[in-house]
């Protein structure tokens, strides 16, 4: 089956600075790596998503980018805010996720 | 769009008792909908999977007879936990998909067994 590595598992950045965080995955027949944030208390929500068609995406201050041959991904966030401060989680395919990042906005 | 609510958010119940959870799909049909389990400081652990007028697809691990859940229609699934006890305390969390891809959570339902 899939399985899914996370790092780093904490992640302190200073207000305005860019946050990546990496994931690894096994199988290389995934095809779909989304990202979830969750805040402390509630259910995670996807942020963005990529598709192993493309290499990257981008949304406003947040980008995702995918190498199929290293079987890695990455989550990029630029200029980072407070509000940023959360857990992320990565996943391949549907339902095998990342162990989780937490990430601290210092302002 | 593509929203989902659970109910109740929290809960409180005695040892021995059953609790069921809701969890709704307000805006979409989904296919399928997944329940999770989270313990603190935790990822997401994969519980079951329903499809609509389907019994469930439990996990390894998981005891379909204390974790009943039943997808009685394309927008409601219940969790019931039975015979609740303190170790059975957690937060969990339900998502929905209408497809292969984009799964959407609902916000969690903290138990508390005591």
């Known amino acids: 089956g899939e399985n899914v590595e996370q790092h780093p598992s904490t992640l302190s950045v200073q207000e305005g600075d860019s946050a990546v965080i990496k994931c690894t995955y096994s199988d290389s027949a995934s095809n779909y790596f989304p990202w979830y944030k969750q805040e402390l208390g509630k259910g995670p929500q996807l942020i963005i998503d990529i598709r192993s068609n493309v290499g990257e995406k981008k949304d406003q201050r947040i980008a995702v980018t995918l190498n199929k041959t290293a079987k890695h991904f990455s989550l990029h966030i630029t200029e980072t805010q407070p509000e940023d401060s959360a857990v992320y989680f990565c996943?391949?395919?549907?339902?095998?996720f990342g162990s989780g990042t937490q990430l601290t906005v210092l302002p | 769009g593509a929203v989902v609510s659970q109910h109740p958010s929290r809960v409180i119940c005695k040892s021995g008792t059953s609790v069921k959870i809701e969890c709704r799909s307000l805006d979409f049909q989904a296919t399928t909908m997944f329940w999770y389990r989270q313990f603190p400081k935790q990822s997401l652990m994969l519980m079951a999977t329903?499809?609509?007028?389907?019994?469930?697809?439990?996990e390894q691990g998981v005891e379909k007879d204390k974790f009943l859940i039943n997808h009685a229609s394309l927008t409601l699934s219940t969790l019931t936990v039975t015979s609740a006890h303190p170790e059975d305390s957690s937060f969990y969390i339900c998502?929905?998909?209408?497809?292969?891809?984009?799964?959407?959570f609902g916000p969690g339902t903290r138990l508390t067994v005591t």
């Open positions: 996943a391949a395919r549907q339902l095998t």
């Open positions: 998502s929905a998909a209408d497809g292969l891809y984009e799964q959407y």
């Open positions: 329903s499809n609509e007028g389907s019994k469930a697809t439990y």
